[in-house]
């Protein structure tokens, strides 16, 4: 399944949550999209999985394959599948460079990543995809510090600053300070339903 470029908004309200990842925009409507959106929602146990399971794609922006990849990774470690996928989407560049309030969204993040904006200890990265590790700095350019899309995005952060993270906003500059925890994910998800979508799946 190819990445998502569709309405983004259509997709909270089919979801029913807040994407921070996907858009800055909150549904004013609070019932999925069409003409039986506001009827009663009927909920099998595979529906609930499904739905979980598509939270975090949408919002890290990522394909069917490149999540379920994760999640074979996930399943390696002696931790908890669902609070390793966790970390290892919250690791990814492109939300590291979200999370720093560098880009107002994650799709807006990659591209200032593909475009060859980013530094990763000083080395241009443009790999969205790139797992940043603890210790490692992640620092804009110095011919790109005046982007406008940069510049807006720290003037109006939308997300709290996670606790593994620090950020100077002189230089442009952050640095992993620690793994990702649970309580930094800014998506309402119940990891384990996605851990029981993918295992009898594998």
């Known amino acids: ?7 983004r908004l259509r997709i909270t309200r089919r979801l ?32 609930k999985q499904l739905y979980e399971k598509q939270k975090l794609r949408y919002n890290y922006g990522i394909s069917e394959k490149q999540l379920r990849n994760l999640f074979k990774e996930a399943i390696r470690s002696k931790d908890p599948a669902g609070k390793v996928l966790l970390r290892l989407l919250e690791s990814r560049l492109d939300n590291v460079v979200f ?6 969204t ?3 993040a990659r591209q ?9 200890d000083g ?7 790139y797992r940043v590790k603890p210790g490692q700095e992640i620092s804009v350019r110095p011919k790109s510090r005046n982007l ?3 510049q807006e995005s ?5 997300l709290r600053m996670p606790t593994y993270l620090t950020f100077d906003s002189k230089t442009l500059t952050g640095t992993m300070t620690a793994v990702p925890d649970r309580e930094d994910v800014p998506v309402q998800v119940e990891e384990q339903l996605v851990v029981e979508y993918y295992s009898p799946r594998l």
């Open 154 to 158: 720290i003037a109006s952060p939308q």
């Open 99 to 104: 999370r720093l309030g560098l880009a107002p």
């Open 1 to 7: 399944m190819a990445r998502y470029r569709g309405p």
């Open 106 to 108: 994650i799709p807006a």
């Open 148 to 150: 406008v899309s940069v």
């Open 16 to 47: 029913g949550s807040d994407l921070p990842g996907l858009t800055r925009k909150v549904a004013d409507r609070p019932y999925p999209p069409g003409q039986h959106g506001q009827g009663r929602q009927k909920f099998s146990e595979f529906k």
């Open 112 to 120: 200032i990543v593909t475009h060859g904006h980013i530094m990763v």
């Open 123 to 129: 080395r241009k990265t443009d790999r969205p995809s």
